[in-house]
């Protein structure tokens, strides 16, 4: 019998790559010049999803991404590497959500979507680094958490086998299903999009995004369901709303400081042997070094 | 009720490093708040922890000593923190971010609904002004973290839910002992009472840890390697001048990911922090979440064949120039004058 595997996926400004242009005239970060990228872990975590999907016939992928509409992006990737479906989790009631919001949230969109077996995270979104949402999104539905897996070493419809890396070591664990795990940037890296799902899946797109497109291919959509990405709203999920974005968030943002240098007096010295023996002295004298 | 607590990480009955750090952070946010500092150890063959824990200044100790609490699993840690918490009422809990705190740590503030700030590299007591809801707060924990890749720092607050969580990365604290017959109370409580069978679900099969041999945290000498080393050979070169100077290896994440040098000798945002009184920074341009584990460095000397490479804004000394030929220089000028 197949698993039904989840794979929670984030769109996330390209950190990595912050350029001079990333910073705005006044210091502070200019989000529009970097780049909306999958979250790397998260697909780390996609392809362990696929590679249980080859194991244990009859399995299903689904993302499940929160975030605004051109979040369908990571869908759409999603859906070119070899995953059967996505939905979006969208909102205007999910904005400014801390983790533990945002992991409500999701955890309802879980619900919503029936039973499954495994929900795999990324272990950490590179936008943040918090590496909570995994574990919360477990607490939440009351499933047991195995977090920074390296391995998915043995899965079948009752229990899992995961080969953890931790600071110090290596840990292989056992564990029921269905249970959460979050997977590490040191598992395989994901497959390339494959040019048969690119063509397959190309025009996937939301409803929402279909009316601001405003294309007129309903007959499309028709025929071909598996291109409609699904939505999923606050009225799709039974939410407490106190508990959801902003309002529903316990910790807030008092202040952000950008980063700037402090030059300092600094001596430029040649790398003669006379200007690095006189610097060596001078350690030596001032009890620096020696 | 409403103090400061601080959750102990004990593998083979020692207290990490980084809780000793905490403790000694969490006595200072106590002193200011007038509250009490309590440690939560929870594990087994626990005896005789408290002789370990009481100079730095822990006025209660928790202690939860049952074998399904060792080693670590997330399910059973985290009933008991739950637990604890619920009974005891913290005003603020502290983790270290470390494999452990932040598998646990989430899964604790959510079953609380509390808020949790990850890795942070400050906290303070400070007051907080919502106009909005036109409220006051005299003193709320500031939970400061770098965030957006190392770019910004942000100061997080909890304003209503409690505890105020925040886990904290190793080495960025120190750690002092108050005194050496600082008395505090045990108490030690049953797990079994709290344990259902689905606690035990996730089941250990296979464990390598290794103790944490280098120790970049603690010298006060650093010579870090970056790209520019260009290579584990010549990374070499940075191991001889280390220990001519007494000093440890330290890298970048560049270097790390060419494989030029060990993981656990990454300093930065996503490594340790030092503040040595000497540190040298070798071929590394310098960039923020680099920068990020040794602004507090007393001195800093770079070697870098680009005059213009950032790292050179926050060097006292900058030696521009090739490393390969800098380095050897160094060592015979150390080694010509002294005996
Ligand atoms: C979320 C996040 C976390 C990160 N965490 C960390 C972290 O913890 N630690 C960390 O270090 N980085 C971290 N980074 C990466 C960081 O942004 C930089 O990429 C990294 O620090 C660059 O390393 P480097 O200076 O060695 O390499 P480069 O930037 O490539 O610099 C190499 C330097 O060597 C010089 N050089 C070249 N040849 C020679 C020579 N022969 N002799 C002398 N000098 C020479 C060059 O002029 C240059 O300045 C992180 C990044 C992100 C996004
Ligand atoms: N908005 C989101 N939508 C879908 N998945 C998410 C979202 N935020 C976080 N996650 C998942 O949770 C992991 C940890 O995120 P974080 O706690 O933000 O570091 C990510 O790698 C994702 O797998």
Known sequence: MGLKIIVLAKQVPDTRNVGKDAMKADGTVNRAALPAIFNPEDLNALEQALRIKQRVKGSTVTLLTMGPGRASEVIREGLFRGADDGYLLTDRAFAGADTLATSYAISLAIKKLGKCDLILAGRQAIDGDTAQVGPQVAEKLGMPQITYAEEIVEVNSKKIVVKRRLERGVETVEGPLPCVVTVNSSAPVCRPRNARLLMKFKHAKTVTERQEANEDYLEMYHDRPYLNIQEITVNDIDADREQLGLAGSPTKVKKIQNIVFQAKDSKVLDATDEDIEGLMKELIANHTIG | ?339
């Not at chain 2, 800093?300 to 521009?320: E, F, L, T």
């Open chain 2, 1 to 339: 009720m409403n103090n400061v607590f601080v959750y102990l990480e004990i593998e083979d009955g020692v207290v990490a490093d980084v809780s000793l750090e905490l403790l000694t952070k969490g006595r200072s946010l106590a002193n200011q708040l007038s509250r009490k500092l309590e440690a939560v150890a929870i594990g087994h063959k626990l005896n005789g922890i408290e002789k370990h824990v009481f100079p730095y200044g822990v006025d209660v100790l928790h202690i939860a000593d049952h074998p399904h609490l060792s080693p670590f699993t997330t399910l059973t840690h985290s009933k008991v923190l739950i637990e604890l918490f619920k009974q005891e009422k913290p005003e603020i809990a502290l983790m270290g971010a470390t494999s452990i705190g932040r598998d646990l740590g989430p899964r604790v503030s959510s079953a609380l609904h509390s808020g949790l700030t990850a890795d942070c590299t400050a906290l303070e007591i400070g007051p907080h002004e919502d106009k909005k809801a036109k409220k006051v707060y005299e003193s709320l924990l500031y939970q400061i973290r770098p965030a957006f890749g190392g770019n910004i720092v942000a100061t997080i607050i909890n304003p209503e839910c409690r505890p105020q969580m925040a886990t904290v990365r190793e080495g960025v604290m120190k750690s002092e002992i108050v005194a050496a017959d600082y008395k505090g109370e045990v108490k030690q409580y049953d797990a079994a009472k709290w344990l259902t069978p689905e606690d035990l679900a996730v089941k250990i099969i296979e464990r390598h840890m290794e103790k944490s041999k280098v120790n970049i945290k603690n010298s006060s000498i650093v010579v870090a390697g970056g790209y520019g080393v260009g290579s584990k050979a010549n990374f070499d070169l940075l191991f001889e001048l280390a220990s001519v100077l007494g000093a440890e290896v330290g890298a970048s994440r560049a270097a790390v990911d060419s494989g030029f040098c060990d993981k656990n000798r990454q300093i930065g945002q996503t490594g340790v922090t030092v503040r040595p009184k000497l540190y040298i920074a070798c071929g590394i341009s310098g960039q923020i979440q680099h920068v990020a584990g040794m602004e507090e460095s007393a001195m800093v000397i770079s070697i870098n064949s680009d005059k213009d490479a950032p790292i050179n804004k926050i060097a006292d000394y900058a030696i521009v120039g090739n490393m390969e030929d800098v380095v050897p220089k160094m060592i015979k000028a150390y080694k010509a004058n002294t005996k």
